[in-house]
């Protein structure tokens, strides 16, 4: 157990639906980052949030957003879902102040059909 | 942006033997260097780690070396057991503006009884 905690674990939802995952970051790490793990894709770097602000951005697309809130716990919010956003979606957390030893959660694994 | 490289994507070994996974990558400016292990259904797991300024890392069994000049590094799994089956990923943390992970496609690694 790496202390990150994600929910929910699994998620089935339609097209063009709207969802959103959580993640609570271990205790004391103030970094937060989202990644998006699929069959053709690999795991993708997806956004970084360290102590509510926004400091990284990879291959996040427009339709998704994040937030990480005062209590650092952070939500990923996936709008007009498409078939292809079909993937498990992985939060990690790291040692304060640095981006080295991330630690994953469990994963949520989303499903549009 | 980075390109991480990584080499074999299967690998079939006897229990005892080695296992070497390899990964090159693009940025000479990167400078952390993680490898994580990943179970079916499972989180990714940080099993060792190295920084540039280091040209080898052990852990029991594990190793890890870099080449800083020809931008590889490889992880070593001495005297395998059926329990170090898993997708193994290198990983590397690039620099700049922007600090992210770029993962590596990942090693199907099978250790036969």
């Known amino acids: 157990d790496s202390g990150v905690t994600q929910t929910p674990k699994h998620l089935i939802t339609a097209t063009g639906q709207r969802v959103t995952l959580r993640c609570s970051p271990r205790s004391g790490d103030l970094s937060v980052y989202w990644y998006q793990q699929s069959l053709d894709q690999g795991l993708q770097f997806l956004i970084q949030y360290y102590n509510g602000e926004e400091r990284a951005k990879g291959n996040i697309l427009e339709r998704f957003s994040a937030q990480q809130f005062p209590d650092l716990h952070s939500e990923l919010n996936l709008s007009s879902l498409e078939l292809g956003d079909s993937a498990l979606y992985f939060c990690?957390?790291?040692?304060?102040?640095?981006?080295?030893?991330?630690?994953f959660g469990p994963g949520t694994r989303l499903t549009v059909t | 942006g980075e390109n991480v490289e990584q080499h074999p994507s299967t690998l079939s070994v006897q229990e005892g033997d080695s296992a070497v996974i390899k990964c090159t990558y693009s940025d000479s400016a990167s400078n952390y260097f993680p490898w994580y292990k990943q179970e079916l259904g499972k989180r990714p797991q940080l099993i060792i780690d190295i920084r540039s300024n280091v040209g080898e890392k052990k852990d029991q069994r594990i190793a890890v070396t870099l080449n800083k000049t020809a931008k590889h590094f490889s992880l070593h799994i001495t005297e395998t057991q059926p329990e170090d089956s898993a997708v193994y990923f290198c990983?590397?943390?690039?620099?700049?503006?922007?600090?992210?992970?770029?993962f590596g496609k990942g090693t199907l690694l099978t250790v036969n009884p």
């Open positions: 990690a957390s790291s040692v304060a102040g640095t981006d080295y030893e991330q630690y």
């Open positions: 990983a590397v943390l690039s620099g700049g503006s922007n600090y992210k992970l770029t």
